[in-house]
């Protein structure tokens, strides 16, 4: 689950992490006001901060560094009026709702830190660059080595000497160095306490030295949370964070009813039971010439009428010019698929070619389902196996 800055900066400020203050608004009016807060609060640059679930906003003209309520108000109007298009957003972009209006900071370098989950040494750890802000993918790409890495303890996390040790190896000296090792313990922290899946601050700034911080400061000006969806029952701060808005309508409801859907960019619309059956499905479908439109595990214990949302959530996307149904079923009985094949045709219809293959538990009863509901479903294949359905629904939709 993703959550939007203000909300990750929220949780920083929680932990004790330095986050300049700010207000979030919905309105060009509520905008300035807050604009106007940041100013008669003393601060001399207000920061006007899309709030969308997709970064590169300051790339694409989403994060206005404003000196005056004016430039603030321009901003505003800008942002709530135009879609953010970034190399992270689909490519019709995002509408923007939401904006953050930050107290901005005096920046004399910005770093990247972030804690994650490494799949490959199967453990949590702490990367950092001194070379942060918006260009850290480029980095990333180019000069891998520009990017440290510190794996936590599985057990007892980040330790302060591997947090100190990484501030040196970024370059903070005297003073910052005990505040940027601060950071990344309270980092580290939040991303085991909350179960995060990514904490990330980018940039992490040092400020330039002043009367007060003749060394400077290090502050955190953004901040990209995501968290596990399965640890949502023991995180409910988090997961009231959850914004509707922001999510695929059709995976939500898919989600209401117990189903994993996730939309992708093909055609071929595959209902299948098992992450694994799906994944296998849409490979062969590939092999076979298609590209799958989306991801859609009914399970084990669907209900009928689960089942034949999963159709309705399906065939409601306007790209799909096939549906492929592929059961191995084990609890899943076939005859369930069956039945909400015959209903969703009722009720929605199958404009397009059908392919069906079942095999498993009940099958001969759904076989015979299907075969009585033959005529009501013009558009309907049965399959022998799976690369024989593969082909066929391939077949049946080139050219379409
Ligand atoms: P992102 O592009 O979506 O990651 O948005 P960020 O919040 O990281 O902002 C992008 C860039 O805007 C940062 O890397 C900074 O260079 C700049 N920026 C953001 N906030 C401030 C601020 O308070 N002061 C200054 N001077 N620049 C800022
Ligand atoms: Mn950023």
């Not at 950092?128 to 599985?154: F, M, N």
């Not at 030295?209 to 000006?221: C, K, N």
Request: glycine letters at 8%; hydrophobic letters at 45%.
């Amino acid at each position: 689950m993703r959550v939007h800055e203000f909300q990750a900066r929220q949780l920083l400020a929680e932990a004790g992490v330095p986050v300049p203050s700010g207000g979030v608004a919905t309105t060009i009016d509520e905008a300035v006001k807050a604009a106007e807060t940041v100013f008669a609060a003393g601060g001399s640059i207000a920061v006007v901060k899309a709030q969308v679930h997709a970064g590169g906003r300051g790339k694409a003209g989403f994060v206005k560094v404003c000196k005056t309520v004016d430039e603030a108000r321009t901003a505003a109007t800008f942002m709530l009026s135009n879609r953010m298009v970034s190399p992270q957003t689909p490519p019709e972009g995002l509408a923007v709702s939401r904006l953050l209006v930050a107290s901005g900071v005096d920046i004399a370098k910005e770093f990247y830190v972030a804690v994650l989950t490494d799949r490959s040494t199967r453990r949590n750890v702490l990367i950092a660059s001194a070379e942060g802000g918006v260009d850290i993918e480029h980095v990333a790409e180019t000069r891998p080595e520009a990017i440290l890495k510190q794996p936590l303890d599985p057990v007892t996390g980040l330790h302060p000497y591997m947090a100190r040790d990484m501030a040196f190896r970024l370059g903070f000296q005297g003073k910052t160095v005990a505040q940027a090792a601060d950071i990344f313990l309270k980092l580290a922290r939040t991303f085991i306490e909350k179960d995060a899946t990514l904490a990330e601050i980018n940039p992490l700034v040092l400020t330039p030295a002043s009367a007060a911080h003749p060394e400077g400061q290090v502050i955190a000006i953004d901040a990209k949370f995501t968290f596990d969806d399965n640890a949502m029952f023991r995180q409910k701060q988090v997961q009231a964070f959850f914004d509707p808005a922001e999510e695929n309508p059709s995976e939500i409801r898919a989600n209401e009813f117990g189903l994993s859907y996730v939309a992708l960019d093909g055609t071929i619309g595959c209902l299948v039971n098992g992450a694994g059956l799906a994944m296998s499905t849409m490979d062969i479908v590939k092999l076979h010439g298609g590209e799958p439109a989306n991801f859609l595990d009914v399970g084990g214990s669907a209900s009928e009428e689960a089942v034949t949302e999963a159709f309705r959530i399906i065939l409601s996307d306007a790209r799909v010019n096939g549906v492929l149904v592929n059961i191995f079923g084990g609890i899943m009985q076939c005859d369930r698929i069956a039945r909400a094949i015959i209903a969703s045709a009722k009720t929605v219809g199958f404009k397009v070619p059908l392919v069906v293959r079942l095999e498993g538990t009940n099958v001969t009863e759904a076989r015979k389902l299907l075969e009585a509901a033959r005529g009501d479903i013009p558009t309907m294949q049965t399959a022998g196996d799976l690369t024989d359905a593969a082909k066929r629904i391939v077949a049946a939709t080139k050219g379409a």
